[in-house]
């Protein structure tokens, strides 16, 4: 499906490509007029049956769209830690605490999968660079839809 917006690019997050993800799903946010709902936590007021107020469902609405475009980015091997976020700005805070790094810390870490990237005697060369590409590329999550 064609994303309206033009912002059916995001990748999937897979652990190695956070700063051209985080970059891509803050501006599919902010072009889908959610990233107010991601950056900041709300208290949701509940009435007597557990159910968000009326006057709040709008955002909380938002919120949870928010949260489920995000979830549905992450690849789901690193999906773990996320699982019992409630509310897109816990998600997007847990993501970025993993993930965001120094420059430094991240050459350092890039160094180390070098080095330890190794084809398998029962692979044939096609076979390990198209594994590698596809852990490079990530897949893009949003343009499936």
Request: aromatic share 8%; glycine share 6%; charged share 25%.
């Amino acid at each position: 499906m064609t994303d309206p917006a033009g912002a059916s690019a995001v990748p999937e997050l897979n652990g190695t490509n956070w700063r051209q993800w985080f970059l891509r799903m803050e501006n599919y946010l902010r072009i889908h007029n959610l990233w107010d709902v991601t950056v900041s936590e709300v208290k949701y007021e509940k009435d007597e049956a557990g159910e968000v107020e009326l006057n709040e469902r709008l955002n909380y609405g938002k919120m949870q769209k928010a949260r489920c475009l995000i979830i549905n980015c992450v690849n789901s091997e690193y999906s773990g830690h996320i699982t019992r976020c409630n509310t897109a700005h816990q998600v997007w805070t847990v993501l970025k605490d993993l993930y965001q790094q120094t420059g430094q810390q991240r050459e350092s870490e890039l160094r180390q999968k070098l080095t330890k990237a190794r084809k398998h005697h029962d692979q044939s060369i096609d076979q390990y660079m198209q594994y590698s590409g596809s852990n490079r590329q990530g897949n893009n999550c949003l343009s499936c839809h």
